[in-house]
């Protein structure tokens, strides 16, 4: 009942958080390909690290703005992976 009631007020935060966690998901896999590509140890370190886990307060409310404002800027543009 309670979904029922709900579902269409929460729906835009469940898209953006899904929106969210994909981007960060694809950053994540993208830096992992740069450095298992990499020919070096030079190059492998040269690879930023990949973004940290959300585990405090503070850190969901960064993240909520970040979706927030992300979902007003339309789709993050694809980038080719070398």
Request: charged residues 30%; aromatic residues 4%; contains cysteine.
């Amino acid at each position: 009942m309670l979904s029922r009631t709900t579902s269409w007020a929460l729906r835009p935060l469940f898209e953006a958080n899904h929106c969210w966690a994909m981007r960060r998901g694809e950053e994540s896999l993208r830096l992992e390909l740069q450095r298992r590509r990499a020919q070096t140890a030079v190059e492998r370190d040269a690879v930023p690290p990949p973004p940290p886990p959300v585990r405090r307060a503070r850190d969901v409310a960064d993240a909520l703005v970040g979706m927030l404002r992300s979902r007003r800027a339309g789709p993050a543009p694809r980038i080719a992976t070398p």
